[in-house]
C-alpha cells in the first residue's frame, strides 16, 4: 500500500474531476467515435466503448446522442471524423506534461497546444520525451467513504497493484487488463465509486512551491479549456496550501 498522499493533491484531483463534468458530453461524444471507430460498436466485444458508454449513461446523456456517435464511428452516419493524437513536453517549471487530444483538424490542435505552451514559457517535445516517465493504469476513486476496509479487501482479491488512502479518501490503482474486471466486482458489491478513469500516472513526482505552482495551474487550465483536448497528465506535486 502506498504511503499517504498529500490532502493538496487529493483536493487538486477532485477539483479536476469536477472541472471535467462541465465538457462531459462533448468529450464523450468523441471518445464514444473513436471507440466505435477502432473497435466497432458492439460494446459487448469493445472494452473502450463499453467503458465510454458506461460514463456517457451515468452522466444521463440520452441514447440517441450515444447512437448517433457510434454510427459516426462505424462509417453508418455522416460526421466530423476524429483522430487521435498526443502531444508531450515540459512546463517552464520542469513538470513533465502529456496532452490527449481527439480532433478533426490536426493543424489547429497542435497550433493551439504549441500556443498555450509557449505562452507559459513551457517546451513541447517530440513523441516519447516525457510518456516514459508514466504508465498506464487504471485509477477508481472514492472521495468520501465510510467502507475503505471493506473497499480495500476486495479490490486486493481482484489484483489491485496499489492502494493510496488519507482519511476517508480511497484511491485503487489497476493494471489496464484488470480494470474492468475490478470495476465489476466493486459494482457487483454496491461499492459504488467517484470516478474512474485509465490515466497516465507518473509515480515519480516533482514538488511546486506555492509561487510556481499557480503559474503551473494557470498552463494547465489554459491547455484543458482547448476544445480539443481530452485529458492532461502531469508528474506534479503541490504544496498543501493550494
Not at 479536476?16 to 462533448?26: C, E, M, N, S
Not at 471507440?35 to 458508454?53: H, I, Y
Request: glycine share 6%; with cysteine.
Amino acid at each position: 500500500m502506498a504511503g499517504h498522499s498529500k490532502w493538496a493533491n487529493i483536493q487538486h484531483r477532485k477539483k479536476r474531476q469536477d472541472a471535467k463534468r462541465g465538457k462531459l458530453f462533448t468529450k464523450l461524444i468523441k471518445e464514444i467515435t473513436v471507440a466505435a471507430r477502432e473497435g466497432g460498436g458492439d460494446a459487448g466485444s469493445n472494452p473502450r466503448l463499453r467503458l465510454a458508454l458506461d460514463k456517457a449513461f451515468s452522466g444521463n446523456m440520452n441514447k440517441d446522442t450515444v447512437e448517433k456517435a457510434i454510427n459516426r464511428g462505424t462509417g453508418n452516419l455522416e460526421g466530423a471524423s476524429y483522430e487521435e493524437i498526443r502531444y508531450e513536453g515540459y512546463s517552464s517549471s520542469g513538470i513533465a506534461v502529456i496532452v490527449d487530444c481527439v480532433t478533426d483538424n490536426k493543424n489547429r490542435t497542435v497550433a493551439d497546444v504549441r500556443h498555450a505552451f509557449s505562452k507559459y514559457s513551457g517546451n513541447m517535445g517530440s513523441s516519447g520525451s516525457v510518456s516514459y516517465l508514466f504508465k498506464n493504469i487504471g485509477i477508481i476513486t472514492y472521495y468520501e467513504t465510510n467502507q475503505a476496509e471493506e473497499i480495500i479487501d476486495l479490490a486486493i482479491e481482484n489484483n489491485a497493484i496499489d492502494i493510496i488512502q488519507e482519511d476517508k479518501y480511497l484511491e485503487i490503482h489497476t493494471d489496464t487488463k484488470d480494470y474492468l474486471s475490478v470495476i465489476k466486482v466493486l459494482k457487483d458489491n454496491n461499492f459504488i465509486f467517484d470516478s474512474a478513469e485509465l490515466e497516465m500516472y507518473a509515480e515519480t513526482k516533482i514538488q511546486l512551491d506555492s509561487e510556481l505552482a499557480e503559474i503551473f495551474l494557470k498552463f494547465i487550465d489554459a491547455i484543458e479549456e482547448l476544445d480539443d483536448v481530452q485529458n492532461v497528465y502531469t508528474n506534479a506535486e503541490y504544496p498543501d496550501n493550494i
